[in-house]
């Protein structure tokens, strides 16, 4: 019974290139900006419009036939750091926590971490049958497209170094 009431971990990160001042602002819109891929499994909706704020709730939804929801509100963001959304009730209890780190060389580190709960037998089973993974590749599928948005330059314009420094970097995700 033990395992029913510790809160586990679901970790994913991606390198990106790019500056923090400009990919902060597309993790506050996460779910709702431009380069969310169409096709994601999660869907993110609110009430009330205007910029995402400490406060501003949002109701997730996975995108199949009696996929799981819940509410969440934002309840912390660190300017240029990070957005937290807690949960406030359906499927999961705890937070979902989306930061950014700079690294060298203009490249930053995107970070999605979800601490959480799964509420009632039933949802536990179906998450580590059926949602675990579909949530572990729906994130890593986001984060990439997140990561082609902001570095949209022509794959054809990059120099011979820049192919390079990315075919190590993807190397170095691997790992």
Same mark, same amino acid.
């Given at each position: 019974?033990?395992?029913?009431?510790?809160?586990?971990?679901?970790?994913?990160?991606?390198?990106?290139?790019?500056?923090?001042?400009?990919?902060?602002?597309?993790?506050?819109?996460?779910?709702?900006?431009?380069?969310?891929?169409?096709?994601?499994?999660?869907?993110?909706?609110?009430?009330?419009?205007?910029?995402?704020?400490?406060?501003?709730?949002?109701?997730?939804?996975?995108?199949?036939?009696?996929?799981?929801?819940?509410?969440?509100?934002?309840?912390?963001?660190?300017?240029?750091?990070?957005?937290?959304?807690?949960?406030? #009730?359906?499927?999961?209890? &705890? %937070?979902?926590?989306?930061?950014? =780190?700079? @690294?060298?060389?203009?490249? /930053?580190?995107? $970070?999605?971490?979800?601490?959480?709960?799964?509420?009632?037998?039933?949802?536990?089973?179906?998450?580590?049958?059926?949602?675990?993974?579909?949530?572990?590749?729906?994130?890593?599928?986001?984060?990439?497209?997140?990561?082609?948005?902001? #570095?949209?330059?022509?794959? &054809? %314009?990059?120099?011979?170094?820049? =192919?390079? @420094?990315?075919?190590?970097? /993807?190397?170095? $995700?691997?790992?």
């Amino acid at each position: 019974m033990a395992t029913a009431n510790r809160y586990h971990s679901n970790y994913h990160a991606r390198v990106i290139t790019g500056k923090i001042e400009e990919l902060f602002p597309e993790i506050v819109s996460w779910g709702e900006a431009e380069w969310w891929p169409k096709d994601s499994l999660m869907s993110f909706s609110r009430e009330v419009s205007g910029p995402v704020v400490e406060g501003t709730e949002y109701i997730q939804k996975v995108k199949l036939p009696f996929g799981p929801s819940w509410r969440t509100v934002v309840s912390e963001i660190k300017n240029n750091e990070s957005i937290t959304r807690k949960f406030k #009730e359906g499927f999961f209890e &705890g %937070c979902e926590t989306i930061s950014i =780190k700079p @690294l060298c060389c203009h490249n /930053v580190k995107i $970070e999605y971490e979800m601490l959480f709960r799964i509420k009632g037998l039933i949802n536990r089973i179906l998450w580590k049958v059926i949602f675990r993974r579909l949530h572990d590749r729906n994130i890593e599928y986001i984060l990439g497209n997140l990561k082609a948005y902001a #570095e949209k330059a022509p794959q &054809g %314009c990059r120099s011979g170094f820049e =192919k390079i @420094l990315e075919n190590f970097k /993807v190397h170095m $995700e691997r790992r």
